[in-house]
């Protein structure tokens, strides 16, 4: 084995500028998955994070999943019957005994229970109206559903508590609006009641979707201003294990019949644009790697056939076509394995780079830079990649230079 | 730069069998060799009987396109006879597989080109070490003492660490048959040996062959077109369009 290493090694130093391109071939490929996955990784992991922090890992809707049965299919079932023209009951809108429900999961210890009514409203301030989606909440019991009191900038949640006419805005409603806490503003529901309130705290989640569109007010309150007293539509969960939400999900809505979604579900616009960008990633990175399987797969394919005399000779010598072909393959594990090297030095100097730029990023999400995912593991992987690529690469070639027939290439030279 | 004879080394392991009674080591049976993948068949080698003893030098002549290459091929085990059978040092090779080949074209035999087939990237000594180090049977210490006590009994002690490349025609072909005694092998074959030397340096070659037999008891074969060369042999065989049609032994 040292005799073959060390032919392959004179084969890869003999060749030294078109070796080191095929390596760098695969340095980028190394590198830029390194960069381009820790930057991805760090701002989707980022984002399930927050969201995972400030909403519910459960929500219990005011729905079903699926159009309520006619009443003659229910008396007649699996009959033929359709009755045109019937309009189903106006139920009122609302989790029905909801109160029961609440109660019911409160005992559960693996999860905390947040009854919530939500609505639309505006807050009028300075002559502009702001639309905002407006969260009636339990303030004792939020504090153990949502992040809301981490994510206050101002004020705090107990005070929701003392102040019944108080409201919690988003950081970018307080931006877009000039309201500051301590300030008093008129809430116009869309049921078209107006209370005035006064703004007690601020949250930045960082999610703009959220701080640009949210705001609490005491559960009581939006009952009063949506006209709708005692209804709750919403019931958000939280859990002590995040991973259980599609399990509870699916347990609670085959018990209550409402819809009810994990925050995976409730995300999942979100969660598949991150499939499709993860995809887009691999294909690119997997693209330069194919590129570098190429470029390797090259610089062999010319050495084996400027080799074909050592070939001949060595076989003749009486090394086996075994030993030919991990000569060459051991040439192209070297390839990827320096080019594995230095591309986990690419991807380290590129992550560092990246980490060393500041500005601000306000789209989906706002922060003061890229947030990155230093993950050990793109590095396995990548170097995996790479030499799996180089490997394959060379064994082709390999081949080719085990079956290289002695007597047909002495017979040519004499 | 020549070597005296009787000088202790490598080339003296095989003298105590030199002096037993003769024994076959190469003994072909109605060896035919025919190339059937041409769109004509071409029969390279008709029906060769032959033994070939310990310690003798024989040469292979013939015209060019006499099949002489293709005999020495078979005789190497570079290439199989399409019938008949080949005996090496009393092992039928007709049975054997190709690992087991390989491992007798490792140990049993040496091979010697009219090009001298150096890898060009190692020094003369690395060359001289390839087929021990594919052996392994030696130290790293043991294999480094042998290959450079190879090249001095071909007075080639300077040589060592140059590449071929900084070696002359001779110089090379000397480094390769130290290479094809690297392991000790029993038959030494070479194909043309010489056919790239001017007349000093091709004396030279044969007269280490005759060396070779004599002192070291090595079987040799090999294949010239030479007459010049054929009689500083001990036997010579004539082969003609792939068949004996001479043999002086």
Same mark, same amino acid.
């Given at each position: 084995m040292a005799a073959l290493a060390k032919i392959a090694l004179a084969y890869v130093m003999g060749r030294k500028r078109q070796t080191l391109v095929s390596v760098l071939g695969v340095t980028m490929g190394v590198g830029f998955f390194i960069g381009i996955a820790a930057m991805m990784q760090g701002f989707q992991q980022f984002f399930i994070q927050k969201i995972i922090d400030v909403s519910p890992h459960v929500t219990i809707r005011d729905e079903y999943r699926e159009?309520?049965?006619?009443?003659?299919?229910?008396?007649?079932?699996?009959a033929a019957i359709e009755l045109r023209g019937i309009k189903p009951k106006d139920e009122p809108r609302g989790i029905r005994s909801a109160r029961r429900i609440i109660d019911a999961l409160s005992r559960r210890s693996d999860l905390a229970v947040g009854p919530t009514l939500t609505g639309q409203a505006f807050l009028r301030y300075g002559g502009k109206d702001t639309g905002v989606t407006l969260l009636g909440i339990d303030p004792a019991r939020e504090a153990r559903v949502s992040n809301l009191v981490n994510d206050l900038v101002e004020g705090k949640l107990s005070d929701l508590q003392s102040n019944p006419n108080g409201i919690i805005i988003g950081k970018g409603i307080a931006k877009k609006t000039g309201l500051k806490r301590g300030d008093y503003?008129?809430?116009?529901?869309?049921a078209g009641v107006i209370l005035r309130m006064k703004v007690v705290g601020v949250f930045e989640t960082g999610i703009l979707a959220l701080d640009d569109r949210q705001a609490y007010v005491r559960l009581k309150k939006n009952q009063v201003l949506q006209r709708r007293e005692n209804v709750i539509n919403q019931i958000r969960l939280r859990l002590a294990d995040v991973e259980q939400a599609e399990r509870v999900a699916r347990e609670i809505e085959a018990r209550y019949r409402y819809r009810t979604e994990s925050w995976k579900e409730t995300q999942k616009n979100v969660l598949s644009i991150f499939v499709i960008q993860n995809g887009v990633m691999y294909t690119s990175v997997g693209a330069i790697m194919?590129?570098?399987?190429f470029g390797i797969y090259n610089i062999i394919s010319t050495v084996v056939n400027e080799k074909r005399h050592d070939i001949a000779i060595l076989k003749s010598i009486g090394f086996s076509e075994r030993d030919i072909r991990i000569i060459f393959l051991l040439q192209g594990l070297m390839a990827g394995v320096a080019g594995c090297l230095l591309g986990w030095a690419l991807g380290r100097g590129?992550?560092?780079?990246l980490a060393s730029v500041r500005l601000d990023i306000e789209q989906?999400?706002?922060?003061?830079?890229?947030?990155?995912?230093r993950s050990f593991w793109n590095y396995a992987i990548a170097g995996a990649l790479a030499i799996i690529a180089a490997t394959v690469s060379a064994w082709l070639p390999a081949r080719k230079a085990a079956a290289v027939d002695p007597v047909d290439i002495i017979r040519g030279a004499a | 730069m020549s070597a005296e004879p009787g000088k202790p080394g490598a080339m003296d392991a095989g003298r105590a069998r030199g002096q037993r009674p003769a024994r076959p080591v190469v003994e072909l049976d109605h060896v035919t060799r025919i190339l059937t993948d041409e769109p004509q068949p071409v029969t390279l080698v008709r029906d060769i009987t032959l033994r070939v003893d310990e310690g003798e030098f024989m040469a292979i002549t013939g015209p060019s396109g006499s099949g002489k290459s293709s005999l020495i091929y078979l005789i190497g085990l570079l290439d199989s006879p399409t019938s008949g059978r080949i005996i090496l040092d009393g092992i039928d090779t007709s049975r054997a597989d190709k690992a087991r080949k390989e491992r007798l074209r490792l140990t049993r035999i040496g091979f010697v080109f009219q090009f001298h087939f150096l890898l060009p990237e190692f020094t003369a000594l690395e060359n001289v070490l390839l087929p021990m180090r594919k052996l392994g049977a030696l130290s790293d210490r043991a294999m480094l003492a042998r290959g450079l006590d190879l090249l001095g009994q071909f007075g080639l002690s300077d040589a060592a660490a140059k590449k071929p490349h900084q070696l002359s025609g001779g110089e090379r072909q000397r480094v390769a048959i130290a290479r094809a005694l690297?392991? *000790?092998?029993?038959?030494?074959?070479a194909d043309e040996p010489?056919?790239?030397l001017d007349s000093k340096n091709s004396e030279?070659?044969?007269?280490?062959? *005759?060396?070779l037999a004599r002192e070291a008891g090595k079987t040799v074969i090999s294949v010239t077109h030479d007459p010049e060369m054929a009689r500083m042999t001990h036997r010579q065989i004539r082969i003609l369009d792939g068949a004996l049609v001479a043999d002086s032994g």
């Open positions: 159009a309520p049965r006619q009443p003659a299919a229910m008396g007649y079932r699996g503003v008129s809430v116009v529901s869309s194919l590129v570098a399987g590129i992550i560092e780079g989906i999400i706002r922060t003061q830079g890229f947030i990155l995912n | 690297a392991n *000790d092998p029993l038959l030494l074959v010489t056919g790239n030279l070659v044969f007269s280490l062959f *005759d060396r």
